[in-house]
């Protein structure tokens, strides 16, 4: 399997409910990253997950917490959503040199 | 905190011209660099990676430049075609995350 793939591709949340958003990495990547990306800016760092254990964070609340699995895949989970949570959300692999980015999941909180 | 701005943040050119996207970082200790093209609502596709210790690669129409010392990159895309209307980031990789520009977008008129 090559890429990277990101589920759902669209979603829309009410303020204060939770939402995981799934990711399936390269494969042979076991490193994997989530970025937060607000229109019209660049991404911002959330988390970075290596062999299933987070080795990296940005400065995101803990109600921004995630899980990766061995069969390369990986989960980004938000509680307790709030309005400025509205973003894409860019799920990215890499084998220790570039990375490889997914498609995204444009969440809107409402 | 490394810092990563782009100049210009947008640009309109007529088919055919060469194309110069400059990227500048505040913190010279990386690992590599990155250019990315991204389209409206999309997630990133990656163009170019340089290593630290490179001075340039090139791909095609793309070559981009790294100087590490300066703190600067510059993308040039040469005989530029509609289809290269896009958002271009750059993003700097130090010991575990990305950190991106806010993108130049490009437009290409035919």
């Known amino acids: 399997e090559t890429g990277v793939t990101q589920s759902p591709t669209h979603l829309i949340k009410t303020r204060g409910q939770q939402v995981t958003l799934r990711c399936s990495s390269q494969?042979?990547?076991?490193?994997v990253s989530w970025y937060q990306q607000a229109l019209g800016q660049g991404p911002q760092f959330i988390f970075q997950y290596y062999r299933e254990e987070e080795n990296g964070r940005g400065n995101f609340p803990p109600r921004f917490s995630g899980l990766q699995f061995p069969n390369y895949s990986s989960e980004l989970n938000v509680n307790a959503l709030e309005l400025d949570d509205s973003a894409l959300y860019l799920c990215?692999?890499?084998?220790?040199?570039?990375?490889?980015f997914g498609s995204g999941t444009r969440l809107t909180v409402v | 905190k490394q810092e990563v701005t782009q100049i210009p943040a947008a640009l309109s050119v007529p088919e055919g011209e060469n194309l110069v996207l400059n990227c500048s970082f505040t913190d010279s200790a990386i690992y590599n660099l990155q250019w990315f093209r991204q389209d409206p609502g999309k997630g990133l596709t990656s163009l170019l990676l340089?290593?630290?210790?490179?001075r340039e690669q090139t791909s095609g129409r793309l070559n981009a430049s790294l100087d590490k010392s300066s703190g600067r990159s510059t993308l040039y895309i040469a005989a530029s075609q509609p289809g290269d209307s896009a958002t271009y980031l750059c993003?700097?990789?130090?010991?575990?995350?990305?950190?991106f520009g806010a993108g130049t977008t490009v437009t290409v008129r035919a």
């Open positions: 993003a700097v990789r130090d010991d575990y995350k990305l950190s």
């Open positions: 990215a692999s890499s084998a220790g040199g570039g990375y490889t």
């Open positions: 340089i290593q630290s210790s490179q």
């Open positions: 494969s042979g990547h076991n490193t």
